[in-house]
């Protein structure tokens, strides 16, 4: 079985406003719906279970019935999960709900709702990437020049951008190997994590590669947020 885990629980406090990013509307709908149909319709996406908090949920399924019907909504949805302190404490409260109806051998898919533009593509590549492996994450390669700097401040080296890539979601992992590694973690560890991948590669997981899309970009900024109205209003 595949699993996707939507995280729709964040704040958005660098776009500004009383709205969290998820939530603003474009195009008369709200953000998180763009990617919620992604993974509803894809047929290799078995159930879906969304990180949203309490006063939230029900404008989440509002959202996507509104996209998707309330059938597929019924057939599919398996359950809220309330945010964490962080990002990833917010995957783990996913990953405890997942584990009461899913297998260790089931893959988890974990998007984020400020990605609107997830493509039925980059689903099928996560899934095929992984195969064979523990995981698999989608990345892009680095197009300028790459420095380290210790102390933030001067130069100390130039890193060699042909080593080295960008992050993106959605990841995809084994669900038993990804719980143990985020287990393992806490309880101080797991408040220290940036990206979904790092308690994958802490515990020697092994994680794939495969092409990123640039399309699918994350909306943190005010100018993320129009470049996305931009686009919806082009489609």
């Known amino acids: 079985m595949n699993i996707a885990l939507l995280l729709s629980g964040g704040c958005g406090t660098r776009i500004g406003g009383e709205i969290p990013k998820q939530y603003r509307k474009v195009s008369g709908r709200p953000v998180f719906s763009y990617c919620i149909e992604s993974l509803f319709v894809h047929e290799r996406i078995d159930g879906v279970q969304i990180v949203a908090s309490p ?35 917010s995957i783990w409260n996913g990953l405890e709900k997942i584990r009461v109806y899913g297998k260790d051998q089931d893959y988890v898919l974990i998007h984020n709702a400020a990605r609107p533009l997830l493509s039925a593509k980059q ?32 130069v ?26 985020n287990r393992r973690l806490f309880p101080d560890r797991i408040l220290k994590i940036n990206g979904s991948t790092e308690p994958a590669i802490m515990a020697g997981m092994d994680i794939a590669m495969i092409p990123g899309d640039e399309g699918n970009f994350k909306i943190t900024t005010r100018a993320d947020l129009e470049r996305f109205q931009k686009l919806v209003q082009e489609m």
């Open 55 to 89: 006063e939230w949920q029900e404008e989440v399924a509002r959202g996507a019935w509104q996209v998707i019907g309330k059938g597929l909504w019924d057939s599919k949805f398996r359950g809220f999960s309330l945010p964490g302190a962080n990002r990833q404490l």
């Open 123 to 154: 689903i099928e590549d996560c899934f095929h990437g992984a195969a064979g492996h523990d995981g698999a994450m989608p990345v892009l390669p680095m197009k300028d020049t790459v420095y380290y700097s210790e102390k933030g401040w001067c």
């Open 156 to 181: 100390d080296k130039l890193l060699d951008r042909r080593t080295i890539y960008a992050g993106q979601a959605p990841e995809v992992f084994l669900l038993g190997k990804y719980y143990e590694a």
